[in-house]
Antibody
């Protein structure tokens, strides 16, 4: 079925960067992509982008394009999402999810990122 | 970008009642690549429905999805206490995915 385990909570200052990891297990990593989704306090879900587990191809949402980089390490089955130039608007819970033909069918537990001076 | 609009914003119902949630797209969702997710506070979202009408693994049959093109519906036939949550539709037809703003199903 598959499992995704994310790294722990982060507290960052405005202008800093954050890198969240997402370790996959229980399935063939290269057969699926990883999407990243975030939820700011009191807001809905926001898709940030996805990365192919096969060839590393990426597709980013316009809102974060230029500030986000998604990568994978196929030797360890870990996906990473780095977000730069953080502002208070980036305070959110960040989720990774397995991207399949069925949508996003396996989710990580979420990583809270707090941006505060 | 495909914009998804969900209605109503909040649905106040009692256990045992039927819930009907709507999701309208700004343009046709190709291949009916439309999913529904349930999201409870403090938990990760979970996939309920994919391809507009196919239940995900282990999802109870009281959940059903329908629709095509620009109009989609999630129906919960008899609300159980554990069904009170926020529900999101999401399209994965275009390379840029989008979510609706969510419908909260609350206990009346």
């Amino acid at each position: 079925q598959g499992q995704l385990v994310q790294s722990g909570a982060e507290v960052k200052k405005p202008g800093a960067s954050v890198k969240v990891s997402c370790k996959a297990s229980g399935y063939t990593f290269s057969s699926y992509g990883i999407s990243w989704v975030r939820q700011a306090p009191g807001q809905g879900l926001e898709w940030m982008g996805w990365i192919s587990g096969y060839n590393g191809k990426t597709n980013y949402a316009q809102k974060v394009q230029g500030r986000v980089t998604m990568t994978t390490d196929t030797s360890t089955n870990i996906a990473y999402m780095e977000l730069r130039s953080l502002t208070s608007d980036d305070t959110a819970v960040y989720y990774c999810a397995r991207r399949s033909v069925f949508g996003m069918d396996v989710w990580g537990q979420g990583t809270t990122v707090t941006v505060s001076s | 970008e495909i914009v998804l609009t969900q209605s109503p914003g909040t649905l106040s119902l009692s256990p045992g009642e039927r819930a009907t949630l709507s999701c309208r797209a700004s343009q046709s969702v190709g291949g009916s690549f439309l999913a529904w997710y349930q999201h409870k506070p403090g938990q990760a979202p979970s996939l309920l429905i994919h391809s507009a009408s196919s239940r995900a693994t282990d999802v109870p049959d009281r959940f059903s999805g329908s629709g095509s093109g620009t109009n989609f519906t999630l129906t919960i036939t008899r609300l159980e206490p554990e069904d009170f949550a926020v529900y999101y539709c999401q399209q994965y037809s275009s390379s840029h995915y989008t979510f609706g703003q969510g419908t909260k199903v609350e206990i009346k």
